[in-house]
């Protein structure tokens, strides 16, 4: 079992920049690709970015590429998302995700195993 816990979220302006965390419990956690998703109020959960066991392959969304970046520390049990150049259509509930397949930076939510419970980033306009 691994658990997952986020936090960082938190309300803020437009162009405005948040580090998400996502600190995990329980088996290796280097044993696990990452990866973050979204879902805002009424719309299927998406995905964001991810990063495979190592750091050393990543993949990101279209809709935030060159705005976010994925990063992980294995010594630290932790995963970030740091969010830049915030827009309104940002606004969701972010949830971290982890893969048994370590090299996986799978954009479909069937390849993660564990999630956390979420936390909601909102940036007003």
């Known amino acids: 079992q691994v658990q997952l816990v986020e936090s960082g979220g938190g309300l803020v302006q437009a162009g405005g920049s948040l580090r998400l965390s996502c600190a995990a419990s329980?088996?290796?956690?280097?044993?696990?690709?990452m990866a973050w998703f979204r879902q805002a109020p009424g719309k299927e959960r998406e995905f964001v970015a991810a990063i495979s066991w190592s750091g050393g392959n990543t993949d990101y969304a279209d809709s935030v590429k060159g705005r976010f970046t994925i990063s992980r520390d294995n010594a630290k049990n932790t995963v970030y998302l740091q969010m830049n150049s915030l827009k309104p259509e940002d606004t969701a509930v972010y949830y971290c995700a982890a893969s048994p397949i370590r090299g996986t930076t799978s954009r479909g939510p069937g390849a993660y195993t564990y999630w956390g419970q979420g936390t909601q980033v909102t940036v007003s306009s």
């Open positions: 329980g088996r290796t956690f280097s044993s696990y690709a």
